[in-house]
């Protein structure tokens, strides 16, 4: 602890860009606890929108397309959504989701009514992509659904019957989902009900939207044994009054709250380019995310005031970075390319969430594909897995296993503000008796050496490594080209003495395992 102090004193005056001359060592301690809580799965999470390419091409091309598919979903999609175990994913919106009527999205889809997508560049929607699509692909990969309900401009009505639609045996709209195809209902446990309703979701104050969703969340049954867990919408960053009223009013009435927190360098003007940055940008950019961790912390503070024993989650349902969108690209569609600096921003913002899993019960990154910081770009019948994807795979072993608190000391650099940026982070988990350890070395020059003392958890063996890194930090993979940035085994770290050492590249995200 002294040394992270003394770390913390001595490299404050240093500029974002210059290096730590010594080079970077760090220790990371492993402190298991009996009362540690499991990682959930669903801080994994994955959000997808009517928004640009999101949906359609990014997911779903239709039964007729020669994009090879399965009932109109790419074959890759499905791949890369299982190899990825997607836990849950978060529909139709965001902003396009309090003025989607979902009445619109069912039946033969060519009958189907057209909209314009006021949010999102004013595309046309054909709605070809509905409840039914969604809940049976939802199915097809095994994800949660995480139905965002229209409270801005729809009706308590139309919510309530939409529910009914999904998850009724018997009745009206039970009949309508069997005449569409659907006899069995699907099951449905996530409801939002609203979105950013703040803002693009209606513009509401707190109390009057703490009022509205206990009169909208009444009329959402729980029909034939299925049981929903009701998300009231949440707070944008440092809107601590948001949470303090909607706890206050409607708390004893929710399962959940959300929150939204995008790396973005601000709301007006330029947002910087995803691929063309230098040193201080990137370095900015760590900062901006780990400024999550005191956000969250605040709102659970809050939280606790009305809920001490943790029965309302906090449901990051929007997270990640927001850049300029690619130049040439569709305006309003969100489009932008993910280098290494995005992997890095995943990686740190996962460990975030892993601290607070007690109450922070979902993440959903922002977004699922050819959207903001995606999982996968792509064009025609290509597909680019983004080094953000690779960093979810590399974390799938901590998914559902028991989180394991570390003490890193390390060097830190000061960014902005009082943002200090750790040259390595850490976080562990423990499944079946493996220990899972990810580690993150932001530095653009230096290499880490990491000891890890494992003789308090009768670690002896590794038994699994691997190791996301580029040449450039600014690297990225495109159609066509050879990836740049893609997961590949890591044999540099062995255990001597009980002292399991890892050798970090530069720039470097690794995840080991031990037993
Ligand atoms: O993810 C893009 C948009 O960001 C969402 O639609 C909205 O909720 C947020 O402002």
């Given at each position: 602890?002294?040394?992270l102090?003394?770390?913390?004193?001595?490299?404050?005056?240093?500029?974002?860009?210059e290096?730590?001359?010594?080079?970077v060592?760090?220790t990371v301690k492993?402190?298991p606890?009996?009362?540690?809580?499991i990682?959930q799965?669903?801080?994994?999470?994955q959000f997808?929108?009517?928004?640009g390419?999101c949906?359609?091409?990014g997911?779903?091309?239709?039964?007729?397309s020669p994009?090879p598919?399965?009932?109109g979903?790419r074959?890759?999609?499905?791949?890369?959504?299982?190899e990825?175990?997607?836990p849950?994913l978060r529909?139709?919106?965001?902003?396009?989701?309090?003025?989607?009527?979902?009445?619109h999205?069912?039946?033969?889809?060519n009958?189907?009514?057209r909209?314009?997508?006021?949010?999102w560049?004013g595309?046309?929607?054909?709605n070809?992509?509905?409840?039914?699509?969604?809940?049976?692909l939802?199915e097809?990969?095994?994800?949660?659904p995480?139905?965002?309900?229209?409270v801005?401009?729809?009706?308590?009505e139309?919510?309530a019957?939409?529910v009914?639609y999904i998850?009724?045996?018997?009745?009206?709209?039970?009949?309508l989902?069997k005449?569409?195809?659907?006899e069995k209902?699907?099951?449905?446990?996530y409801l939002g009900?609203?979105?950013?309703?703040?803002?693009?979701?209606?513009?509401?104050?707190?109390e009057?939207?703490?009022?509205?969703y206990?009169?909208?969340?009444t009329y959402c049954?729980?029909?034939?044994?299925?049981h929903?867990?009701?998300?009231a919408?949440g707070?944008?960053?440092?809107?601590?009054?948001?949470?303090?009223?909607?706890?206050?009013?409607?708390g004893?009435?929710?399962?959940?709250?959300?929150?939204?927190?995008?790396?973005?360098?601000g709301?007006?003007?330029?947002?910087g380019?995803a691929?063309?940055?230098?040193?201080?940008s990137?370095?900015?950019?760590?900062?901006k995310?780990?400024?999550?961790?005191?956000?969250?912390?605040r709102?659970?503070?809050?939280m606790?005031?009305?809920?001490?024993?943790?029965?309302?989650?906090?449901?990051?349902?929007?997270?990640?970075?927001?850049?300029?969108?690619e130049?040439?690209?569709?305006?309003?569609?969100?489009y932008?390319?993910?280098t290494?600096?995005?992997?890095?921003v995943?990686?740190?913002?996962?460990?975030?969430?892993?601290?607070?899993?007690?109450r922070?019960k979902?993440?959903n990154?922002?977004?699922i594909?050819?959207?903001?910081?995606?999982?996968?770009l792509?064009k025609?019948?290509?597909?680019v897995?983004t080094?953000?994807?690779?960093?979810?795979?590399?974390?799938?072993?901590?998914?559902?296993?028991?989180y394991?608190?570390?003490?890193?000391?390390t060097?830190?650099?000061?960014v902005?503000?009082?943002?200090?940026?750790?040259?390595v982070?850490?976080?562990?988990s423990?499944?079946?008796?493996?220990?899972?350890?990810?580690l993150?070395?932001v530095?653009l020059?230096?290499?880490?050496?990491?000891e890890?003392p494992?003789q308090n958890i009768?670690?002896?063996?590794?038994v699994?490594?691997?190791?996301l890194?580029?040449a450039n930090?600014?690297?990225?993979?495109d159609?066509g080209?050879?990836?740049k940035v893609?997961?590949k085994?890591?044999?540099?770290?062995k255990?001597n003495?009980?002292?399991?050492?890892?050798?970090?590249?530069?720039?470097?995200i690794?995840?080991i395992?031990?037993?």
């Amino acid at each position: 602890m002294n040394l992270l102090k003394l770390a913390t004193v001595s490299f404050a005056l240093l500029s974002a860009s210059e290096a730590w001359s010594a080079g970077v060592s760090a220790t990371v301690k492993l402190v298991p606890s009996e009362e540690s809580p499991i990682i959930q799965k669903e801080i994994y999470g994955q959000f997808a929108e009517h928004l640009g390419t999101c949906i359609y091409g990014g997911i779903w091309v239709g039964e007729d397309s020669p994009i090879p598919n399965t009932n109109g979903y790419r074959n890759d999609v499905i791949k890369a959504m299982r190899e990825l175990k997607v836990p849950v994913l978060r529909w139709p919106g965001g902003c396009f989701a309090d003025e989607y009527h979902w009445r619109h999205g069912i039946g033969p889809r060519n009958q189907r009514p057209r909209m314009v997508n006021n949010n999102w560049g004013g595309t046309v929607e054909d709605n070809s992509f509905g409840t039914n699509e969604f809940f049976n692909l939802c199915e097809l990969v095994g994800a949660e659904p995480y139905l965002s309900g229209n409270v801005g401009s729809g009706t308590v009505e139309e919510l309530a019957t939409w529910v009914e639609y999904i998850t009724a045996e018997d009745g009206p709209m039970a009949e309508l989902r069997k005449q569409n195809g659907r006899e069995k209902p699907w099951h449905l446990k996530y409801l939002g009900v609203g979105n950013e309703s703040w803002g693009c979701g209606g513009n509401f104050l707190p109390e009057f939207y703490a009022n509205v969703y206990r009169r909208y969340q009444t009329y959402c049954r729980d029909f034939n044994g299925n049981h929903l867990y009701k998300v009231a919408s949440g707070a944008s960053d440092y809107d601590y009054d948001w949470t303090e009223k909607l706890m206050k009013i409607a708390g004893r009435h929710m399962d959940g709250i959300s929150l939204h927190y995008y790396t973005v360098t601000g709301w007006s003007g330029s947002k910087g380019s995803a691929t063309d940055f230098d040193a201080d940008s990137y370095y900015w950019t760590l900062g901006k995310c780990l400024g999550i961790e005191p956000v969250i912390k605040r709102h659970c503070e809050i939280m606790d005031k009305y809920d001490p024993k943790c029965h309302v989650g906090l449901l990051v349902d929007e997270w990640g970075t927001w850049w300029d969108q690619e130049p040439g690209s569709i305006p309003g569609h969100l489009y932008q390319q993910n280098t290494m600096r995005d992997a890095m921003v995943a990686a740190l913002s996962l460990n975030v969430f892993h601290k607070f899993t007690r109450r922070v019960k979902m993440a959903n990154i922002a977004q699922i594909a050819n959207v903001l910081q995606s999982m996968w770009l792509t064009k025609g019948d290509q597909m680019v897995l983004t080094p953000t994807y690779y960093v979810f795979k590399m974390y799938v072993p901590h998914m559902e296993a028991t989180y394991v608190p570390v003490e890193v000391t390390t060097g830190y650099r000061h960014v902005d503000g009082d943002r200090m940026v750790p040259d390595v982070s850490a976080t562990a988990s423990l499944k079946d008796g493996v220990y899972t350890i990810s580690l993150t070395n932001v530095d653009l020059e230096k290499e880490a050496t990491v000891e890890i003392p494992v003789q308090n958890i009768g670690a002896k063996v590794v038994v699994g490594g691997d190791i996301l890194t580029c040449a450039n930090i600014n690297d990225y993979n495109d159609f066509g080209q050879q990836e740049k940035v893609s997961l590949k085994k890591f044999a540099n770290a062995k255990i001597n003495k009980g002292i399991l050492t890892v050798n970090m590249p530069a720039k470097s995200i690794i995840t080991i395992q031990v037993k």
